[in-house]
């Protein structure tokens, strides 16, 4: 019975300790993402980079963005997003729900940098993103900014 005690305590450490090994890798591009926050921070990596290639293929042809001013279809929401110089930004309170292929991710984030010239106010602004799997890979299909 101490044996079996003993290896039990074993495999239980074991088990323990594997676990900081590895740690947690964000991931580098959409196809590497694996829920929505990843997503998210996939995307404002791309906008910080200003890769609008990696921006426009995630961008589903019938997106569907809405701001303070207004509703945008997909090419109306890349030409906003290409007048922000985005220096940081920080993403926090986020809350994903998975339905099926689809995630739907609110957040805060708070951006440093310029939006057609003029400074971003340093306060959290509240997101949300619908995100699709798709056979392509995930595909942005609506975007809210408040």
Request: with cysteine.
């Amino acid at each position: 019975m101490r044996i079996v005690a003993r290896c039990f305590l074993v495999i239980l450490l074991l088990s323990l300790v594997a676990c900081t090994f590895y740690k947690e890798r964000p991931a580098k591009d959409f196809a590497g993402a694996t829920g929505g926050e990843a997503l998210e921070n996939v995307f404002w990596k791309n906008l910080k980079a200003k890769d609008w290639t990696a921006i426009q293929n995630v961008l589903a042809s019938n997106f569907a963005g809405v701001s303070s001013d207004g509703n945008f279809k997909a090419n109306e929401w890349m030409q906003r997003l290409k007048q922000v110089e985005l220096q940081d930004y920080s993403i926090a309170n986020t809350h994903t729900e998975l339905n099926g292929d689809t995630f739907v991710v609110t957040y805060d984030v708070t951006i440093t940098g310029t939006i057609s010239g003029q400074p971003i106010p340093a306060k959290p602004v509240h997101r949300m993103s619908v995100w699709q799997r798709q056979k392509s890979g995930w595909v942005l299909i609506a975007q809210s900014a408040s």
